[in-house]
């Protein structure tokens, strides 16, 4: 998966997750706990509908590599 589609399938994604959170205007070096006030639950319902929608299944020992939204775009491309 190149990087547009990946960084278009966690926009939709955080779309989906995080409604509140306007993706129009994020710069993806926010931090998702911290910046976008994901929680445990949301990032973990977050990494499902990304799986859902790109068959991209994410191994827990990989969760703390993923603290950035652009960490997350990057993650998706390789492995997609």
């Not at 990087?3 to 779309?15: C, H, T």
């Amino acid at each position: 998966m190149n990087a547009q589609d990946a960084r278009a399938a966690v926009f939709a994604a955080l779309d989906e997750v995080a409604p509140d959170v306007d993706t129009s205007d994020l710069d993806t070096s926010w931090r998702l706990r911290q910046d976008l006030e994901i929680d445990s639950l949301d990032f973990l319902r977050l990494l499902e509908v990304l799986s859902e929608a790109t068959g991209v299944d994410t191994p827990e020992e990989d969760y703390s590599s993923l603290s950035t939204v652009q960490q997350l775009i990057d993650y998706i491309a390789r492995r997609g």
